[in-house]
């Protein structure tokens, strides 16, 4: 079954831990994403990747880090330093193109909740 | 500036009522235009993926079609399962840029 796996599905974090989100793939899309999603709002994007070893900010990554080490995997860090970190986040993973054809996909979703 | 205008915010149909769904946009060169479904609590699941002005794709009940300035998403004679979010999205180079959304509730 191809698709996009995240783990775990709800997180519990105490104010001032970091936490890594976990995003893994098997579509061998050579694009990633990491969105954040608040009540009521549309996605908004923290990072992606075009290629592995290689990443940039999305629109809000201040408080956020990624790392893509392997094609098929970009966790993403919640630091201490996000100032509202709880949120459903969803990564996600798109064909580049080359063949003529885009297509984004998603994986469930992880709900993260800081207290 | 780079952006995506969903509307109505909220629809609620009848079963049985058609009607659409529009998403309009501005940015410098499109790749592809996007439609997803969204669930509560759920990722979104992709729909239909439109590339250029008169292209129509249809899934089920659901059209979706494009203009240079927008896109719409026709349901015809919707029914309570087709209840949900659905979002559009823009790709005009790297990233994509997304829509607030259209809940539609489909009413028994």
């Known amino acids: 079954d191809g698709g996009i796996t995240q783990s775990p599905k709800y997180l519990f974090r105490k104010e001032g831990q970091n936490v890594t989100l976990s995003c893994e793939q098997n579509?061998?899309?050579?694009?990633m994403y990491w969105y954040r999603q608040d009540p009521g709002q549309g996605l908004r994007l923290i990072y992606y990747s075009q290629i592995v070893n290689d990443f940039q900010k999305g629109d809000i990554a201040e408080g956020y880090s990624v790392s893509r080490e392997k094609k098929e995997s970009f966790p993403l860090t919640v630091t201490s330093a996000q100032k509202n970190p709880t949120a459903f986040y969803l990564c996600?993973?798109?064909?580049?193109?080359?063949?003529?054809?885009?297509?984004?996909?998603f994986g469930p979703g992880t709900r993260l909740t800081v207290t | 500036e780079d952006q995506v205008t969903q509307s109505p915010e909220a629809l609620r149909l009848q079963e049985g009522e058609s009607s659409s769904l529009n998403c309009s946009y501005t940015?410098?060169?499109?790749?592809?235009l996007f439609w997803y479904r969204q669930d509560p609590g759920k990722g979104p699941e992709f729909l239909f993926t439109?590339?250029?002005a008169g292209e129509e794709k249809e899934k089920e009940r659901l059209k979706a079609t494009l203009t240079k300035k927008e896109s719409f998403l026709h349901i015809t004679a919707p029914k309570p399962e087709d209840s949900a979010t659905y979002l559009c999205?823009?790709?005009?180079?790297?990233?994509?840029?997304f829509g607030s959304g259209t809940k539609l509730n489909v009413k028994p």
């Open positions: 940015v410098s060169g499109l790749r592809g």
């Open positions: 999205a823009v790709l005009p180079f790297n990233k994509f840029y």
């Open positions: 996600a993973s798109s064909t580049s193109g080359r063949t003529g054809s885009y297509e984004q996909y």
């Open positions: 439109l590339y250029s």
């Open positions: 579509l061998n899309h050579d694009a």
